[in-house]
């Protein structure tokens, strides 16, 4: 029970947190739309919705620097800290985690854990129109950004972020319409809850 990462078993035993509604977790990888689809299931079942970058932010801002300075300074332990506290965010319910590793993080204290799935060169599309920067530039940063987060989970967890088996919902979001990003998910989910135990 609870989380899937062996290193934060010990934290998550200490924790007394009675858990209030859903927890769900929201995955993917650059561009693949996890944030379109969070804010979708978001307000379709009114839960707060929480990024690891709003996490990562409120770490910064406690610490009194910037986020370029945080992320520079970033090492294993601002790693387990940010999964700690995803972790006291999932025991706690109503909210929605997006993030990479929120589904390996909150393990069984989500009651639903989707990841949303997008070819590359579409995510690559789409991340050179949101951050102004060519589809070569967009390509260079996801590749890069996607085998660096892949090679820390592995060495810091131990974990292959590939392995999509933990999911409960997996979304094919490449040839989606922004409609269904934002109506797919929600009705996969309901089915999931309204279903007999």
Do not use: H
């Not at 929120?102 to 951050?131: H, M, P, Q």
Request: charged share 35%; proline share 1%; with cysteine.
């Amino acid at each position: 029970m609870g989380t899937y990462i062996e290193k934060l078993k010990e934290f998550e035993k200490q924790l007394e947190i009675k858990k209030e509604g859903i927890t769900i977790t929201v995955s993917g990888l650059s561009g693949s739309g996890k944030s379109t689809v969070a804010k979708a299931i978001s307000k379709a079942f009114n839960l707060e919705l929480k990024s690891m970058g709003d996490i990562f932010r409120e770490f910064a801002k406690e610490k009194g620097i910037t986020i370029e300075e945080f992320s520079k300074t970033r090492n294993e332990d601002t790693d387990i800290l940010l999964d700690k506290k995803t972790i006291e965010l999932a025991k706690q319910g109503k909210i929605i985690l997006v993030g990479r590793l929120t589904g390996w993080v909150a393990g069984d204290n989500a009651d639903i854990k989707l990841w949303v799935d997008c070819e590359e060169d579409v995510r690559i599309k789409r991340v050179a129109k949101r951050e102004n920067i060519s589809e070569e530039e967009a390509k260079i940063r996801i590749e890069e950004r996607d085998n660096a987060d892949a090679q820390r989970y592995k060495e810091l967890y131990g974990i292959d972020i590939n392995d999509k088996s933990i999911y409960d919902i997996l979304f094919d979001n490449t040839t989606a319409t922004y409609e269904e990003a934002i109506t797919k998910p929600v009705e996969a989910i309901k089915e999931l809850l309204d279903a007999p135990s």
